[in-house]
């Protein structure tokens, strides 16, 4: 994993400078109200605003399958049933902390120099957390990845300071009850600070007094996930889950792994499209080729 000296923003500048340096327009806050068809081929696509920007050679959605279906207003039904069907993974509850120093971690000091640290005490405890997080529940013991990106770029703290951040894995979108059976709350506005407190003490138990190394923390629930970016639907950050029912050939569909819709020029590309999510923006490369005749 690359990090980008100055904050991950620094990737997206550069590649909005890499496409306008060739001509190209980045246009953002321009939400798209429907993506535009006739006779079967994709036209282009029309803003909230009323604007209309017609497409030569291809539309690009690169949305959450269910997006696809309402913002075209109906493909085809199997293909469209299919969309609306498509299973999202559990989701996911960040925590952001300023710190003081980064963890001692007790498996040793060298972990220190690492950019990401996965906290899992077995493939059992990771199964046990998917099911409960399907199934609508607080897993007892969630995963969780911590990122120290100040370990390789000091520059995104003040001297002398870090920023870790939490990755929960699993979560419910939508809770039914907890795990470990001590949560009451079900509404992730009152279940966050419990539930980031039981994230707490797993990090403790690693990492021996973090916990006094905490200077300020922001939690961030799978819901905010969503009402910030509609396409974590559920907070699901992987766009789908990645069962074989729903991967390679059938990702998100069989029949359209490369991201083809019934409607000619429009593609499908992200997470939800073969090989799926953490694959360095494998779906949108693969397309980018196959656009430009590779």
């Not at 959605?61 to 993974?89: E, I, N």
């Not at 989701?91 to 950019?115: C, N, Q, V, Y």
């Amino acid at each position: 994993m690359v990090l980008a000296r100055g904050g991950v923003d620094a990737v997206t500048g550069a590649m909005v400078k890499a496409i306008r340096d060739r001509g190209g327009v980045v246009e953002c806050n321009a939400p798209v109200s429907r993506i535009l068809h006739e006779g079967g081929t994709a036209t282009g696509v029309e803003l909230a605003d009323g604007r209309v920007i017609h497409a030569r050679k291809a539309v690009v959605a690169g949305v959450a399958p269910s997006a696809l279906v309402k913002l075209t207003g109906g493909m085809a039904p199997d293909f469209d049933g299919a969309m609306q069907r498509f299973a999202h993974a559990p989701g996911t509850m960040m925590i952001h902390l300023a710190m003081s120093d980064l963890p001692e971690w007790r498996a040793g000091e060298e972990l220190k120099s690492f950019a990401y640290v996965h906290l899992a005490p077995s493939l059992d405890q990771m199964a046990l957390t998917y099911q409960q997080a399907a199934a609508g529940l607080l897993p007892s013991e969630p995963i969780l990845v911590a990122g120290q990106p100040t370990a390789a770029d000091p520059s995104r703290a003040p001297e002398g300071k870090h920023v870790l951040w939490l990755q929960v894995r699993m979560a419910p979108g939508e809770i039914r009850g907890d795990g470990a059976g001590e949560i009451e709350a079900t509404d992730w506005k009152d279940a966050a600070a419990p539930f980031a407190e039981r994230v707490f003490d797993i990090l403790e138990s690693y990492a021996p007094g973090t916990r006094e190394k905490v200077l300020s923390h922001r939690i961030v629930t799978p819901a905010e996930l969503e009402a910030d970016n509609p396409n974590l639907v559920g907070g699901d950050s992987i766009c789908g889950s990645h069962q074989l029912a729903q991967h390679f050939l059938f990702r998100p569909v069989y029949g359209h792994s490369d991201g083809s819709t019934p409607i000619r020029n429009l593609h499908l590309t992200g997470a939800a499209v073969w090989p799926g999510a953490g694959t360095g923006a494998g779906s949108g490369y693969l397309l980018a080729r196959k656009l430009v005749g590779k």
